[in-house]
T-cell receptor
Framework: DGGITQSPKYLFRKEGQNVTLSCEQN?????MYWYRQDPGQGLRLIYY???????QKGDIAEGYSVSREKKESFPLTVTSAQKNPTAFYLC???????????FGPGTRLTVT | GDSVTQMEGPVTLSEEAFLTINCTYT??????LFWYVQYPGEGLQLLLK?????DKGSNKGFEATYRKETTSFHLEKGSVQVSDSAVYFC???????????FGPGTRLSVLP
């Protein structure tokens, strides 16, 4: 079955540590996205990538970094510079930018 | 820039009631319009879409019609079930290079 996988489902880290969230897709989509969702809130775009080896900042990129070395993979690193990293992180992909997006199940990150 | 406005929640209905969740948009040109659903603790799922004016998207008993004259894409269902309890997001995809734009989401609670 084609789809998007995110791992792990739950992640716990101590303050000051960097942490990398995994996102993999086997849909052969060119575009991939990372969103942050806080409790009871909507989605905020962190980074997106339209093609391998290229990515752009979204609305809230500070304290985050990404890479896109393979079409299938778009990992997100939450750095210690992110002041409030506890949130639900959603990865999505689309066949091209501006087409409908398909979402993974999300990773809930808790930093204490 | 493009934007999406949704009715504020939470919306609380009894089982078998009629559902309407309002969505209006601001965009240049002719965007594609989408409804996504998010069940607790999960990622977003594409519920339905419409790509041009007067198109009706439908899925699982939900419907929405793309009304260009009123810039609206209201979500409706004739008889809701407890299992429809979720957060519903309206979204648009512009056709001038912008990313997806999501509305803030509307939480629906259906009581037995």
């Amino acid at each position: 079955d084609g789809g998007i996988t995110q791992s792990p489902k739950y992640l716990f880290r101590k303050e000051g540590q960097n942490v990398t969230l995994s996102c993999e897709q086997n849909l052969n989509h060119d575009a991939m996205y990372w969103y942050r969702q806080d409790p009871g809130q909507g989605l905020r775009l962190i980074y997106y990538s339209q093609i391998v080896n290229d990515f752009q900042k979204g609305d809230i990129a500070e304290g985050y970094s990404v890479s896109r070395e393979k079409k299938e993979s778009f990992p997100l690193t939450v750095t210690s510079a992110q002041k409030n990293p506890t949130a639900f992180y959603l990865c999505a992909s689309s066949i091209e930018d501006n087409y409908e997006q398909y979402f993974g199940p999300g990773t809930r990150l808790t930093v204490t | 820039g493009d934007s999406v406005t949704q009715m504020e929640g939470p919306v609380t209905l009894s089982e078998e009631a009629f559902l309407t969740i309002n969505c209006t948009y601001t965009a240049t040109g002719y965007p594609s319009l989408f409804w996504y659903v998010q069940y607790p603790g999960e990622g977003l799922q594409l519920l339905l879409k419409a790509t041009k004016a007067d198109d009706k998207g439908s899925n699982k008993g939900f419907e929405a019609t793309y009304r260009k004259e009123t810039t609206s894409f209201h979500l409706e269902k004739g008889s809701v079930q407890v299992s429809d309890s979720a957060v519903y997001f309206c979204a648009l995809s512009g056709n001038y290079g912008q990313n997806f734009v999501f509305g803030p989401g509307t939480r629906l609670s259906v009581l037995p």
